[in-house]
Nanobody, 116 residues
Framework: VQLQASGGGLVQAGGSLRLSCVTS????????LAWYRQAPGKQRELVAS???????TFADSAKGRFTISRDFPKNTVNLLMRSLKPGDTAVYYC???????????WGQGTLVTVSS
């Protein structure tokens, strides 16, 4: 199983970015799919997740600004980020978990830099 993340870059505060993570197998394999981020000197933290039942969870910092969605034909999980702030600067990682057997998978990370 491989996860390939893309879409990071440099954006001004207030701007938007869409991150995408393509999985090498059907995204229905995973429960949940999620995006994490790690800022310099900080621990990795959950940004958003989505389950097979389409239940979404967001970090408080992401609520109202970020949207997580799945594209089944493309086996992709997307993170649309709006109203970006300098505090959103981090390496963003996609994450996927299987239950049978239980395994966790991480993408390689994509850097998001928000300038003030």
């Amino acid at each position: 199983v491989q996860l390939q993340a893309s879409g990071g870059g440099l954006v001004q505060a207030g701007g938007s970015l869409r991150l995408s993570c393509v999985t090498s197998v059907s995204i229905l394999t995973f429960h949940p799919l999620a995006w994490y981020r790690q800022a310099p000197g900080k621990q990795r933290e959950l940004v958003a997740s989505i389950t097979n039942g389409d239940f979404r969870t967001f970090a408080d910092s992401a609520k109202g600004r970020f949207t997580i969605s799945r594209d089944f034909p493309k086996n992709t999980v997307n993170l649309l980020m709006r109203s970006l702030k300098p505090g959103d600067t981090a390496v963003y990682y996609c994450y996927a978990r299987t239950t049978t057997p239980p395994n966790e998978y991480w993408g390689q990370g994509t850097l998001v830099t928000v300038s003030s």
